[in-house]
């Protein structure tokens, strides 16, 4: 039978040292609400059930942002270990991760790893071994000293058996404790730990939130591209740009069709990837690429890069052209993006622009296409 893990996130402290005047969860981290890149961590197939406790106060707010997720959220209580009681009552998973909605840095290995040690050994409580020399203390003089060696510091998650942790908090009746393992400790038995990880700090004060992350939440999974390309003018009567055939009185010279901005696009795609170039896959050497429709190219490059495992996102493309006039052209453009590429024709953007009479664009000797991609990797 399988094991259902199920997840605790406490969101129902007050944040009052974070000093924003309301939750510190609800403040803004990378430009979306802290709570919400913790929730996002939890989203994965290896958890079944996740619950996310919530004061009165806030409890419409995090609701909408656990709800997309398919989260519960449960009313918490007056201390941290109330409100992880409240949620233990409602957890259906026979292993459960309890975790600080004030520590969104966490990596998707650490809840594995957190996982396996109660697969293992019935308990898995993240811990960072401490580095700096650690004292006792009593009115400002050293009192003791502590064995460096034995000395870590707790983080979350901490995982255990449900029925193990469940059993802990009812004993512990109304007493409050600082953690899960503090719980366990008292009323099960020596909790496993497992290495914690650097970047898995508790956001506590306002300055947490300031400092930069090595670890860039919102760009976990994601991955950006860039590609540019330029052709020349030559003798002709239109010029295709995006897929779409623009009346010019002169063509763009190349091998293929010519098309700079699905050229730039087909190596913002590659690059995003990390594989190679459009030259790599589409050597001008071929006669199999000569004239060739770039719109069918592109359809080539979204299948390689799929099998790659990447998704693209979104797309913007910047176009530097004297001539001809491309703002009537540019929703079309939008549309042939989307349906060779895939990408919602609202998550396309194309801009264009002259190079005011400048360099080779601005003496009308040629287009130059720019194109960003971000990209989904599975
Ligand atoms: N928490 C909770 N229920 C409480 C108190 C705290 O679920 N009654 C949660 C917090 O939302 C937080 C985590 O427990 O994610 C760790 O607590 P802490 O960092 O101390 O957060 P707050 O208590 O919210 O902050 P402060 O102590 O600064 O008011
Ligand atoms: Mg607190």
Do not use: W
Request: with cysteine.
């Amino acid at each position: 039978m399988k094991i259902k893990t199920s997840v605790i996130i406490c969101a129902a402290g007050k944040g009052e040292r974070a000093g924003f005047g309301k939750n510190k969860l609800l403040a803004p981290l990378y430009g979306e609400p802290a709570l919400r890149h913790t929730l996002k961590k939890f989203d994965i197939p290896e958890i079944d059930e996740v619950l996310v406790t919530s004061s009165e106060f806030d409890f419409e707010e995090i609701s909408a942002l656990a709800a997309p997720f398919g989260y519960k959220t449960v009313l918490g209580g007056k201390t941290r270990t109330q409100s992880v009681k409240n949620a233990l009552a409602l957890v259906t998973g026979d292993i459960v991760l309890i975790h600080d909605g004030a520590r969104p840095f966490l990596s998707r290995e650490l809840i594995l790893n957190c996982i396996q040690s109660v697969k293992t050994y019935g308990s898995g409580v993240c811990a960072m071994p401490a580095t700096d020399t650690a004292v006792y203390a009593n009115l400002g003089v050293v009192s003791a000293r502590i064995d460096r060696n034995s000395l870590y510091l707790l983080q979350t998650p901490q995982g255990f058996k449900t029925e193990d942790i469940k059993s802990a908090y009812l004993l512990a009746g109304d007493s409050s404790f600082t953690d899960d393992s503090a719980v366990y400790s008292e009323f099960i038995g020596a909790p496993r730990i497992i290495e914690g990880e650097k970047n898995n700090i508790k956001l506590t004060f306002k300055e947490d939130f300031d400092r930069g992350y090595p670890a860039l939440p919102i760009l976990d999974g994601k991955r950006i591209g860039f590609g540019v390309d330029t052709h020349c003018f030559g003798k002709g009567n239109f010029v295709t740009l995006a897929g779409i055939k623009i009346e010019c009185g002169r063509k763009l010279i190349a091998h293929s069709d010519g098309d700079v901005i699905i050229h730039a696009v087909m190596d913002a795609l590659l690059s995003a990837s990390g594989l190679k170039d459009i030259g790599h896959y589409f050597p001008d050497t071929d006669k199999i690429f000569k004239d060739a429709d770039s719109g069918k190219l592109l359809t080539q490059v979204i299948r390689i890069v799929k099998a790659e495992g990447f998704t693209p996102v979104n797309l913007s493309v910047s176009v530097q052209a004297e001539k001809p006039k491309l703002s009537p052209h540019i929703n079309s453009m939008i549309e042939n993006l989307s349906k060779l590429t895939g990408i919602h024709a609202k998550n396309i953007a194309v801009s264009a622009g002259t190079n005011e009479g400048l360099g080779f664009v601005g003496e009308e000797l040629g287009i130059t296409a720019y194109a960003s991609v971000l990209m989904n990797k599975d």
